[in-house]
């Protein structure tokens, strides 16, 4: 399994913070993101701006992801004041 | 280093202890508080949501480059998480350095960083209505093309 990890934005209009994902080989981010995307259309005009991270490093959507890994779906941050 | 995540408040006097050294000149600290106001709306309140792991990780990323691009001693990098009232610290950045000019400079560059890169986020609360901060110095809005 792949765990999801959503985030603010991102997790209100999915109206969850986490989920599990089964692993195919060959996953990428891409394709993670295609399936969130497919759950929850909502998050659909969203996406240009979404960042992705595997097991806390930033990562590009080509990169793939192995069973058991973590991908954090990142809206713009606004961390601060 | 002192790198922190935390819904509790943000103490400077615990920065200030932890960037302490005997070479260092001088000590600079910027605290980011919440402001009653943006973009000519009355803020009521700011609740802040993170990915305290990474976030921890990105900032010591962070701290570990500002180490090598300035003069430093030692740095902390604390962000607050959870709901935050008018005039609450959210941010804390701390450091040590043997003369002043640097602890400015290096102050202000890692603030901007952490607005870039750290998984934190920021919802405004007003009297009718929030809404989710989607900060314009983010990474994901700065985007490289090659980030997608």
Not at chain 2, 112 to 126: A, D, I, L, M, T
Request: aromatic share 6%; with cysteine.
């Amino acid at each position: 399994m792949i765990t999801v990890l959503l985030f603010a934005s991102v997790a209100e209009k999915a109206g969850t913070r986490r989920l599990e994902l089964p692993d195919g080989t060959g996953t990428t981010v891409g394709d993670i993101r295609d399936q969130l995307v497919e759950r929850y259309p909502a998050l659909e005009p969203m996406l240009p701006n979404l960042l992705f991270a595997v097991d806390e490093e930033y990562v590009r959507t080509d990169a793939p992801v192995r069973a058991g890994q973590t991908v954090a779906v990142i809206p713009p941050v606004s961390g601060g004041c | 280093m002192l790198t922190r995540v935390t819904p509790e408040p943000l103490v400077t006097d615990e920065a200030v202890a932890a960037v302490g050294n005997p070479a260092a000149g001088a000590i600079g600290i910027f605290l980011g508080v919440v402001r009653d106001n943006n973009l000519g709306r009355r803020v009521n309140y700011l609740e802040y949501d993170a990915y305290p792991s990474m976030a921890e990780k990105v900032m010591a990323e962070i701290g570990r480059e500002a180490c090598g691009k300035f003069a430093l001693e030692d740095v902390a990098i604390l962000h607050r998480t959870g709901r935050l009232e008018i005039g609450e610290a959210s941010l804390l950045v701390a450091v040590s350095t043997g003369h002043r000019a640097e602890s400015f400079e290096a102050g202000h560059w890692i603030v901007n960083e952490v607005k870039k890169r750290v998984p934190v986020w920021k919802k405004e609360v007003w009297e009718d209505g929030e809404e989710w901060i989607e900060g314009p110095e983010s990474l994901g809005v700065q985007a490289p093309a090659s980030m997608r």
